[in-house]
């Protein structure tokens, strides 16, 4: 499965100023893959040593961490050989050892020679609790779901996502514009969950309910296995509330308030009691964090409200597949579902905005007047960005918006194709992942 890491992952390769890499990502996003894929592609051999599966390898670490000492040790462990720029050694699920994240210090001032690749789908937890890394001796990289552009890769439409990504960068209108909508409606139910598209592009008849019913088996594992992981490896006393803040996020985008509040996880829910939860999930990126602004003014992060935010699932098709929506239920229709829609689109594009490291804020009130997202493009404005989920695209908010702050332009996310109108740069919701190509990517905070 062709991934857009990989070519960052062969840079890391090539730089001369590489250091130990830390591969963050949920469970399930295709760390383990990417790196083994990698090690197969781009050296003569790699080393997969899984600290999750390998009861003497934690072992290996326990005395000197000078890597001469080491790299013997693991090449017994593994029976095989360890050369330097030759081979890849991956670290799996190297939270689980904690001297084996120290011992990537050593790694980075005594044998830079050796390519070295930790990855753990707890990694932020472990490091959040830990509360120091090897600061200045690791390179680090967030592996997120499959954004639109790699689902359109497994599904075999490269070169229809080449031909968005270009009508992207003209803003002409896209001939195939409703082939596009249906591949995007289409993931918004399976999602970027790489088992759940690699059981829904094995369906004896892609797009077909039995497809979507193999996704959705995928999806229902991956849920458990979340909340097993939270079960097993937070704190006794905080299981509970993590449980049910994952489970409420579902209904609060849901509602015509999306803001995040911690009384609709648990009736007289409070800040003390649920912040250390929310925490716990982001640090686990399960979930997406986008936090309000006061003013709409670079920096962005100078006018964050920290107390105001919403909270995403980091997939939409997990989402989806909480609330159990139907191909149906994603289709152009008016009613009370509407609000649904609109809830699944905004995480939508979260997903395609985070997958590219952009962190977005929101500004103004839900439901009153508000702007869904901000982030600043790599000119240096601060562009917002609205997200309707299907042609009805009227809003006092951009309006309102423009006259206060004068942004070079508003973008607004919606089903109709390419255009530009006054000051509103349409663009269809298929295309935001190759927007977010457009802004400035977050550096990753632990």
Known sequence: MKRIIDARLEQWKM?????????FGARQVGKTYALESFGARCFDNFVHIDFSKSAGAAELFEGSLDPKRLIPSLEA?????????????????????????????????DAPEYAVAGAGSLLGVKLREQGSFPV?????????????????????????????????????????????LDLYREYLLVGGMPDAVCAFIRGEVVGSSAAYEAARQKQAEIDQAYLADIAKHAPSHLVPRIIDVWRSIPGQLARENSKFQYKAVKSGGRASVYEEPVAWLAAAAVV?????????????????????FKLYRADTGLLAASLQALPS?????????????GALAESYVMQQLSSA??????????????IDFLARSREGDVIPMEVKSGENVRS??????????????VVRFSSKNFG??????????YAACFYAKEFIPAPLFV
């Open 15 to 23: 730089s001369s100023q590489r250091k130990p890499l830390l591969l």
């Open 77 to 109: 462990l593994s029976r095989l050989p360890i050369v330097p720029g030759r081979t890849l050694l991956i670290l799996d699920e190297i939270q689980l050892c904690e001297r084996a994240l120290t011992a990537l210090k050593y790694f980075c001032e």
């Open 136 to 180: 200045g001796k690791v390179d680090m990289m967030l592996l997120h779901p499959l954004n639109f552009e790699e689902y359109l890769w497994a599904r075999g439409e490269e070169r229809l996502g080449e031909l968005i990504a270009s009508c992207a960068e003209t803003r002409e209108r896209f001939p195939l514009h409703e082939r596009a």
């Open 288 to 308: 997406s964090k986008c936090t309000r602004v006061s003013e709409p003014v670079a920096p962005l992060a100078t006018f964050e409200e920290v107390d105001s």
């Open 329 to 341: 239920d994603v289709l152009p229709q008016e009613g009370k579902a509407s609000r649904f829609r």
């Open 357 to 370: 490291d952009v962190r977005p804020f929101y500004w103004g009130v839900p439901s009153k007047q508000e």
């Open 396 to 409: 006092n908010s951009l309006e309102g918006f423009r006259r206060k702050y004068d942004p070079p332009f």
């Open 420 to 429: 530009e109108e006054k000051f509103v740069r349409s663009t269809p919701l």
